[in-house]
């Protein structure tokens, strides 16, 4: 979708949004400056122009940009107001309900209602691996993922197919949360 406003791109899994020091071409920012030619927010500076949001390299999905300072004033404001609702599909293994012996007790991790599980942590660059986020219980930034079992697969049951819905938006925050303790690591 795209108006004077703003675009709405679905976004490959495998590009990276913006330049970085290890991608610093074929990224969706150089796709919108060939698109966009001079008309995209400046807010974000020569390397996120029009930007008010990401996901990560290897997520596929729907992001926002700005044309304007304008809607990118707007659109920031939806995104720290947590009032634009973000969802994910993702898969992992294992069967996340609240059955499984392997949620009980698990700190940071709790149950609501519709059979939806809450993970509510802090997330931190990992020590030995930046490309990592770790999980924490103090420090670092404040993180909750909630989500539900969609569909389950194999014989035994051994992967599931989740829905998301992240309250904040951190690097790799569905990754770190289901890789919590191990319980049900995303695929």
Known sequence: YEDDDLLVINKAAGMVVHPAPGSPKDTLVNALLFHCQNSLSGIGGESRPGIVHRIDKDTSGLIVVAKNDKSHHGLAEQFERHSVERVYHAFCFGIPDLASPRLKGIKGVSFEPGNVIKISTHLARHKHDRQRQSVLFEGGKHAVTRFKVLEKYGNPQAISQIECWLET???????????????????
Not at 169 to 181: C, D, E, F, K, V
């Open 169 to 187: 938006g951190r690097t790799h925050q569905i990754r770190a949360h289901m890789g919590l303790s191990s319980i049900f690591p995303s695929i």
